[in-house]
């Protein structure tokens, strides 16, 4: 269609619908006179646009879609192609949209994968949020931190702010458990096992982070020959030494004369 032609057709149906909206109002046309009308200007679906799907397939798509070729496209209902959209497991946000004459366009934001959720022998897929994605094809996801536990979920964006104040140090931990749903354990790619304390007014998880951080900054804490870092109390710091440790400790003392 010559394009002056095309913008003159949907300039005429536009002002059509308005008209037709109004006059609806007062039943002088039928409710799908605008509908027709956009079947009769050749405004219908011919052309599907999908942008930003990568793990959500093509099948998953068309099936939430539910459309089908030469539907008038002022028929589709955008709202709910959009509920839709959104419940398929991977899809984070959707937009829909009509483009006359004949494409319906629609951009996805995909979910990212955040961790690994184990509870009760059971593993999921969640991201940043502790929405669950798929419990399905997760041998690729074998690399992320696992979380273990009852309330991971509603926890997961606390556990997140908490490693992006140290980046570098969040990215060696390995696997978290959610205590009682109340606090975290922490294990690091060494196998250090640092608790964190439940949050309170005078005491939180965030302060807590900021001793290991200063910590490992001061004195290479994470290279000490420990097992566990209690730091659930504010006012100190418990440490389990292993047992080389032990053994250098006691050398050490015996050089000294200790």
Known sequence: ?????????????????GWASIAIIFREVPEDWAEQSG????????????????????????????????????????????ERMEALAWVKTATVARRLPNELSITIEERIPFALWQLDGNVALIDADGTIITSHGLKEFSDLMLLVGIGVPEAAGDLVYLLSLSPDLGGRIRSAIRISNRRWDLIFDNGIRVKLPTSDEKYNPSMAWSQIVLQEEKHRLLDREVSIIDLRQRDRMVMRVLPDGLKNLKNNEKEKGV
């Open 1 to 17: 269609m010559n394009p002056k032609l095309k913008f003159l057709s949907i300039l005429c149906l536009l002002g059509l619908v």
């Open 39 to 82: 079947r009769d200007a050749g405004f219908v679906l011919d052309q599907l646009r999908v942008e930003g799907a990568d793990r959500t397939t093509k099948e998953d798509i068309l099936a939430a879609l539910d459309v089908e070729d030469g539907i008038p496209l002022m028929s589709i209902d955008l709202i709910k192609l959009r």
